[in-house]
């Protein structure tokens, strides 16, 4: 009767285990979710699944595995650092980068990318079916990024799409997205004069 009892004990931890919450990057069925962020409310240590458990920072991005239908969704009113990384992505359904507006929130104010000191606001790379809308990037100088290979060297750009393939690539959307003050050097640099008399210029530059 004790065996059976330390048996039925030992069971049932292994079950306990076993149904544990996981976070974002612990999410293995195959439906599409959407995943929050707000650089005010959110949290890092959230789930990211619901408006109110918002991831705080887009680096978190990196660690999503991503799926077709997937949404990624930025709070209004929202100024975050960095940038939004996509690679590889091939989803039929698409993936959707777009705006919310918080509960309680009456603001219509896009959320902004601030991508200063880094590549792009939003690099894709490798990828079909994106859709991106209602954002507002920017990228004011900030030193020079880390490059990602020789064709991105020198320069600093709102959003980049990279292919580093033979194969084609598809259906990417960009639609209502602000871009502003994109500069690969800090305010106050001045460029050679035989610079600014050549048609693209041979220095780094912000697109």
Not at 68 to 94: C, M, Q, V, W
Request: neutral net charge; glycine residues 10%.
């Amino acid at each position: 009767m004790k065996k059976q009892k330390l048996a039925i004990f030992y069971l049932s931890i292994v079950f306990l285990i076993s149904c544990k919450t996981e976070g974002a990057s612990g999410v293995t069925d195959a439906g599409p979710r959407s995943y929050y962020f707000n650089a005010v409310l959110g949290s890092d240590s959230n789930t990211g699944l619901t408006p109110e458990r918002a991831f705080r920072s887009l680096k978190i991005i990196g660690d999503i595995p991503l799926k077709s239908g997937d949404k990624i969704l930025l709070a209004n009113r929202s100024l975050f650092k960095g940038y939004i990384p996509i690679f590889s992505f091939l989803g039929e359904e698409g993936l959707e980068i777009t705006n919310y507006k918080p509960a309680g929130s009456s603001s219509d104010q896009k959320p902004i990318i601030d991508a200063s000191g880094f590549l792009s606001g939003l690099f894709i790379e490798n990828s079909s079916n994106i859709s991106v809308s209602n954002l507002s990037i920017t990228a004011n100088g900030g030193g020079p990024p880390n490059s990602l290979g020789s064709a991105t060297e020198g320069m600093r750009c709102a959003i980049l799409v990279h292919v580093k393939s033979d194969r084609v690539f598809e259906n990417i959307r960009i639609k209502n997205v602000e871009i502003n003050n994109v500069y690969y050097e800090n305010k106050g640099f001045s460029r050679d004069k035989d610079d600014v008399t050549t048609p693209n210029g041979t220095q780094s530059y912000g697109w």
